[in-house]
């Protein structure tokens, strides 16, 4: 007799089982079946292999691996793969997950400890999931004073920006979300977002610490915008363009890090201010003002932010590699894909499989992706590591610094890029293009 | 030392071991000459816990008091010269000189701790400043102890009734913290303090000062 | 309405531009402690600060308790430094019994005091260093602390509140192999205080925050009488342990570290540079200490103090710590007045923050040295 449940039979609980699979079955077949039917029905239906995908094919492609391979490919290039899996916000969050655990365990190195340990067995792998279920499964508290749909929507624009900033790096070639040719100036337009959501979340909360954060991160914020915008336009004259895309092209031969480092080195300062880590953690430096205008946020709206300030953490990278490291660009060290599988199929014995549609990606994207991920991750743990060895600024030390300091050497950066191009070195038409 | 609360050292000196541990637990109902012969078996002593060893008197804490001495004569009263420490009572009407006196004159300049002590007996609180020198190098290793009476009154009513006396933060700006914890732990007010109010114990404490002796601690 | 308040109440009046924070007692950066800060724009106009939410009566206590029963509660307020803050009882309660303490003991007294100085410093180092929002140097010297609690526990046999001096000496005798194990480990805590300098003290974002913030002057430092390191990080050469040697100090060999800037920068450095001291008295004491001998003098069971005062001091982590009390003939004390460092540095609190930018705030707070347990005691 379980003390759990006192009333248990395990002939009823099987008996609920059997009752259980008959409605489903029953309203899956008198409504879900008809509604997949009537979808369909709207939808414009890819052909695949010469046919017209059906309903009737796309439900046998479980048992034809024939069929199986060309629909997943056919998949993967429409819109929403791009949005939710692979450059876009699921591929972004996996590196974000990846990079909150990296972070973990590498300021753990630095200060002589062990980081997460236990959690996964092997070296607290699945430290991250634990931390995720929690935040899940603690409760949203609301402070009672609080302007509330400000306060809902603060977390969930927060995540809706970062997504729009990743949704803008181009991963590999032809692998972006959102390619506007004006992509830069996209990317500054969703950077501007972020002081305005802490300014109202912090508003919104009512509360003076979140007040005094919020009101920390708006100037802190704009006075690193600036600096970080005229860090980026030498770039923008070198290349002659602002699409993201062909800003990586023109990297072919040489990084524009070689060319421009006064800006990569003011981007990267800037970022920092922008991403509020240590050393410019002013809106949330704790043992101020409490946690800044994260102050209020519980459960999961808080486990939002964290998501989103990671993924800009990987936004910001991938920016930083676009720029400045020449983006996907590497040489070529993907194996191609082996020509007999895709002509004779693979032999086992006497069994020869023939799988129509391979490869899924071609070598170009794949190399292209490995060489951004390498480059990303680089960089991402560069900006991890003043955690470990800085302490926080004052605010006005912060200030002073992206007011007077960084603008200063961001003109100075857009002279050099001017020298350049004026003098005939770079750019359009000049000598090493 | 002169206090009100001498009527203890009469007391019986056997009275004093009974809450010793087991091994010199004695039966109640043993007469004094027996109780002594007891813990003779047992090899201990009675005699008096504190040697009294007269100590020569030091030269140069001599000449502070006799400084201070010759200034106020009879307003105040030298305790003891001990070496490196010198104590001095005084009036509470003459504190505030007497205290000009040894920050200008004796270079003391600070405070290092002001400590109330209620003898409830005698009806009164001592208040004793216990003070230091920084700035003078051959104070470095003296503290004068700076003592005052105030009366006490049996039902406190901090703030509002006799139990007061000048503060000497004007002379000494180190007593700040120290005399607001001397209020709200004995109920002394200090005239003239600028800002007397509780530091330790919270706003809505409504029992008498708690380090009056007639405050119990529960259970004891 | 004008309502006439009872003395100690008042109230307050409020201004627009005048915003009013409370830090703590649940704030990360106040400790157990509240200090009620007005804040105009980034600048601080005014501190109030509000202790005693640790207030235990400790004094009150050690009424009711004879001089041996006072030894465990009396460590109780600053449990990282409970070696130094029980000193000061000992020395006065000896010298109110007449006590004699054997000359062995004397020296591992030294020892403990000055490996649970260590202690002390280092775990005020670490949350020196998480205020300030360097993360590494809460680890590094939290781990570090590790070594000297060791010590101490193979010493006393507890890990922080040792309870190890008592009056007539200390309560047990060393472990035989400490002194090559304690040599060594205080060679290794040198080589590691090194690396600090590197990643904390000569860190320029440290430097840019710190030096020049929170100014008390020479002449300030004495009138507010403050004591330990922010008086000597003030220009004040005054170490208890110099100018009124207690036990054996006077034959040891260190030196008072004194600073002239008597800014944040200086009043952090302080206690680290005193560190190597630490380590150099320790190396000292173990060279000069008796090899063998008696480490207590029995007391008589329940011994009375005489109709006598006694005040005591010594230097802790946080300055001189002083012990005043009065006894009357009876086995309880009839006043324990503790005079501690932290409670005397406080009053520099609402000095050095006014004007201050709120940003500056943890580094001049926790720069004071100020430990609110013992401050409340």
Redesign the interface.
Known sequence: MSTIAPQFRLSRFIASLFDLIFWVLLIFSLVGLPIVFIILFYIKLPIINGQLMTPYLSMTWMADPSRTLPIVKNFIHTTIFRVMVFPGFGFAALLAAATIFVERKF?AK????VGPLYCGKIEGILQLMGDGFKLMSKEIIIPAKADKPIFWMGPLLFVGAAGAFVSLIPVAPGWVVANPNVGLLAVFAVIGFFPIIAVLTAWAANS?WTF?GGLRALHQMVAFEIPLILSLLGVVILSGSLNLSQIVESQQHFWWITFVPIGAIVFFITIFAELER??F??PE???????GWLTEFSGMMYGLIQLGTYLKLYAFAGLFVVLFLGGWNGPMVWPPFPQDIITNGITIGPVTAKFPGLPLFDQQMLNGTLWFVIKTVGVILLILLP???????????ALHTGWYKLIGLAFINIFIALGLLYAGVLGPGGLLQ | MSSGTEKDEVKDTTEEHSANSDDTSRPDSMSKDEAIKFYETKGLDLSPDVPTKPKPIPEFEKSMADKISSKFGDAIHIDYIRSDRIRVTTKRENIVDVAKFIRDELRYDHAESVSGVDYPDSREIEVVYHLGSYTDEKLGRQIFALATRVPREDIPNPGSDTTRMPSLRDVFYSVEFHERECFEMFGVYFEGHPDMRRLLLPEDWADIPPFRKDFKIKGR | MTTQLPPGMHLETVDDKIMTLNVGPQHPGSGHMRLIIKVDGDYIVSCDPDPGYVHRGEEKMAEYRNYIQNIPHLERPVIHDSSNILYPYCLGVEELLGIEVPERAKYIRVIAAELNRCVYILYWLAIYGIFLGHSTMFMWPAGDRELFIDLLEAMSGARVTHAYLVPGGVRNDLPSNFEERCLRQVAYFEKRLKEYEDIFYQNPLLKARTEGSGILSRTDAIRLGTTGSVLRASGVDFDVRKKEPYDVYENLDFQTVVMKEGDSYARSRIPYLEMFESCRIIKDALKKMPKSGSVRTKLKPNPKGGNDEVYRRVESGRGAIGYYIVSNNRPEPYRVKISVGSFRNLICMPYLLKGEKLGNMPAVYWGLNYWPVEADR
């Open positions: 300021l630095i200060q002589l400890r003076k005094i240590i050393p953690d002013l430096a704790e043992s101020e003002i409490v946690a955690r470990g060895v800085f302490p926080r600024v004052r605010m006005d030390i």
